[in-house]
């Protein structure tokens, strides 16, 4: 097989996925530039063969894709122009796929999209691959059938993921680090005020030994405070000197059509407090058993969650660790990489 993706911000779940996809083929990616807030350094290896979008023009990415000549082409979302018009002469002579993380709202927009759908999308694209079941209801207003649906297109680095969890585990088991963990950009469609208000609020309130550890950087000033810490954007191969200091994960999005952060933690072994706006709170979030959701934007709410974890006793904190880990297993690079197989020998049965 010789894979394409026409990507947009590429992220390091991705390149691993596409490193499992290239043992069953070629793959190529054309992808825009790294975003400057999440400065991702990849490691392409021998296996990916990736294409800097601004580095050509139309013509001759139309040219590349033919010289490619793929099996395949796979489409992060509807953004991009130029993309849309490059897929279009491929559709059905290759399974042609794009992508959607956004959940079925039924706002005015997505309404336009559902009628535009058929000038723009469905005469380009015969399949959709989305994350869960609220994406899928969207790819179905767009006009996609079940059988042209696929879901589990977001899949983080499991493998990485399940190590931290081995190597750390033993060492929570005996002393559960009190410490709240925040991974994410620093926007206020994060929540991050919020988040940071509440946890003030609640050290005000009571003694307590928790600190809340933040990771990433953004247009948010961080807050200051004695308990607080921030630490910057954080390679992803440096994360687990941070993780094993770490408790609980703490996801309080105002919008997040799914979030692998979570599958990350939840794979690592962390307790989880997540907003219900998060979207992957569906397939790895079993309130009670390994975290708690609360309403975006609602200080009490999350200054409530953070109470509860603060009340759990040891042992029932390592037990939402072990659930967590046991769920996050749902969704994996191999499922990933053998839905594309499947896409490209169920397109060439037809």
């Known amino acids: 097989m010789n894979i394409l ?17 290239a043992k069953k083929g070629k793959v190529h990616i054309v992808r825009w530039p790294v975003n400057k807030e999440a400065p991702f350094q990849f490691d392409f290896g021998n296996e990916l063969k990736v294409y800097e979008k601004d580095k050509y023009t139309f013509e001759e990415l139309d040219q590349l894709i033919v010289t490619i000549n793929p099996s395949i082409i796979i489409c992060s979302g509807w953004i991009d122009k130029d993309y849309l018009k490059l897929v279009k002469p491929y559709f059905k002579k290759i399974p042609t796929v794009i992508t959607l993380d956004t959940k079925w709202t039924g706002s005015l927009k997505q309404h336009a999209a559902s009628v535009l759908s058929r000038a723009y999308i469905t005469n380009r ?41 081995n190597i750390q585990f033993e060492k929570k088991e005996k002393n559960f680090p009190k410490r709240f963990l925040y991974v994410g950009r620093y926007y206020d469609f994060k929540g991050v005020n919020e988040m940071w208000e509440a946890f003030v ?62 599958q990350e933690y939840a794979a690592s072994g962390f307790p989880l407090l997540l907003s219900r706006e998060v979207g992957a709170n569906e397939s790895f979030l079993e309130e009670g058993k390994n975290g708690f959701l609360f309403d975006k934007e609602k200080i009490e709410g999350i200054k409530n969650v953070f109470k509860k974890m603060l009340s759990l006793e040891h042992h029932q904190l390592t037990e939402m660790a072990k659930h967590s880990h046991l769920l996050a297993q749902k969704i994996d690079p191999v499922q990933w990489a053998n839905t594309v197989s499947e896409l490209v020998n169920g397109f060439k049965k037809k």
């Open 5 to 21: 993706f026409l990507y947009t911000e590429l992220a390091d779940y991705v390149v691993n996925c596409c490193k499992e996809l």
């Open 201 to 262: 609020q609640l050290s005000d309130e009571i003694q307590h030994e928790w600190e809340l550890w933040c990771l990433g950087t953004g247009s948010v000033e961080p807050r200051q405070h004695p308990k607080i810490k921030h630490f910057g954007f954080v390679q992803p191969a440096d994360l687990a000197q941070i993780t094993e200091q770490c408790g609980v994960f703490i996801l309080p999005s105002r919008f997040e059509p799914w979030g692998v952060v979570v």
């Open 125 to 165: 694209f015969s399949h959709i691959w989305v994350p869960g079941k609220a994406q899928s209801l969207y790819a179905s207003k767009l006009g996609f059938s079940n059988e042209q649906i696929r879901t589990g297109f977001y899949c983080c680095s499991l493998e990485r993921f399940n190590q931290i969890y």
